[in-house]
C-alpha cells in the first residue's frame, strides 16, 4: 500500500515560484510518480511524470516552466514551479502508477494524495 502526503502549496503573484512535495510510504522505486492539478469546473490534468529510471514528461501547458523531481533516499517527489501564471491556480495532487512505462494519463494512477492549493493572483 502506498500513502501519498503534499506539501508547500500556498499563494504567489505572478512570475513568482512556488515547490510542491509529496512523501510517500511504501515502496515507490519502480512505479511511475506524477503531479496532476485540477481547477473549478475543469478535469484533472496530468502536467508531470518522472519514471523509476528518472525520465520525465511534461504536460504543454508547463513545459519550460516546471520541473519534477525525486529524491529517492528520502522518498520524496518534488515540483518545482517557476513563472507561474493565474491559470496556474488549482488544486494539484501528488499520484503514484504501478506502471514501467511513462505516462500522464489520468486513469493508470492507482494512488492519490490529498491534494494542496495553489493560488496565483495577478
Known amino acids: 500500500q502506498v500513502q501519498l502526503v503534499e506539501s508547500g502549496g500556498g499563494s504567489v503573484q505572478a512570475g513568482g515560484s512556488l515547490r510542491l512535495s509529496c512523501v510517500a510510504s511504501g515502496y515507490t522505486g519502480r512505479y511511475c510518480m506524477g503531479w496532476f492539478r485540477q481547477a473549478p469546473g475543469k478535469s484533472r490534468e496530468g502536467i508531470a511524470a518522472i519514471g523509476s529510471d528518472g525520465r520525465t514528461r511534461y504536460g504543454d501547458s508547463v513545459k519550460g516552466r516546471f520541473a519534477i523531481s525525486k529524491d529517492n533516499a528520502k522518498n520524496t517527489l518534488y515540483l518545482q514551479m517557476n513563472s507561474m501564471k493565474p491559470e496556474d491556480t488549482a488544486m494539484y495532487y501528488c499520484?503514484?502508477?504501478?506502471?514501467?512505462?511513462?505516462?500522464?494519463?489520468?486513469?493508470?494512477?492507482?494512488?492519490w494524495g490529498q491534494g494542496t492549493q495553489v493560488t496565483v493572483s495577478s
Open positions: 499520484a503514484a502508477a504501478d506502471a514501467t512505462f511513462l505516462t500522464l494519463m489520468v486513469d493508470f494512477f492507482g494512488y
